[in-house]
């Protein structure tokens, strides 16, 4: 579905230690800098689908239904809850992303550290979960000093990625051109969005092929500071 969506855009790989300015570089954070889902994305889902069982009075069979049903249509279970429900974001996203013993959960790559620090040039997150989150799992990794800001979902006035508005904000608030920006994300949308406007983009992600509209793709971050 989503190849006959997309089109081929932007030339094919980059070096980006060639460029003559420093790049901007920005991360998603889940399955990107560490892997969300053996543990956290299983979690999440059971707390949205609690949720949405408390706060809608349905059953668990329904909720779920409905959770991943506003997922597909809008791109994520709140934004659905939002038009549909009047849900409060803050409210839905404190509750749904409470993580008591965080640091068992994050699973990520030995080094990642030294891995991230290496890179030229300044760093940002932007990710589609609330700040609270990421600056908790950040933390974990030990890597938040690292960044010069994170903007969660919040920060973008509840507008996830792929919308481009939030990558128009972040770049505005941060004084950023988009063509130095190197985007990395596991999210085939959010890079295709990012490539429109201008950005190169790294996929990270186990796979065979690569769209037209990604740069790089790669398996490990470590491979980010090989070229
Ligand atoms: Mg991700």
Sequence with gaps: MLSARLRRVGPEPVGFRSQRQQPTWIF???NTLHDARPYIFPQINHAM?????QHLGL?????CQLRRHYWLRYGATLLGLMKHHGTDPNHFLWHTHQFPRLRQVVVS????????SR??????IFSNAPKHYVDAVLDVLDIRDLFVAVFGIECVCFRPKPAARGFL????AQHIRMQHCIMVEDTLENLYAAK????????????????????????S??????N
């Design 28 to 30: 998603d954070l889940d």
């Design 49 to 53: 689908t609690a949720y949405i069982q």
């Design 59 to 63: 059953d668990y069979d329904a909720a």
């Design 109 to 116: 790559e030995p080094g990642l550290r030294i891995q991230v």
């Design 119 to 124: 890179l030229p040039g300044r760093k940002f």
């Design 169 to 172: 904000q972040l770049c505005r």
């Design 196 to 219: 429109k406007l201008g950005m190169r983009t790294v996929w990270m992600a186990q796979a065979q092929r690569t769209p037209g509209y990604v740069d790089r793709r790669i398996s």
């Design 221 to 226: 971050l470590s491979e980010l500071s090989l």
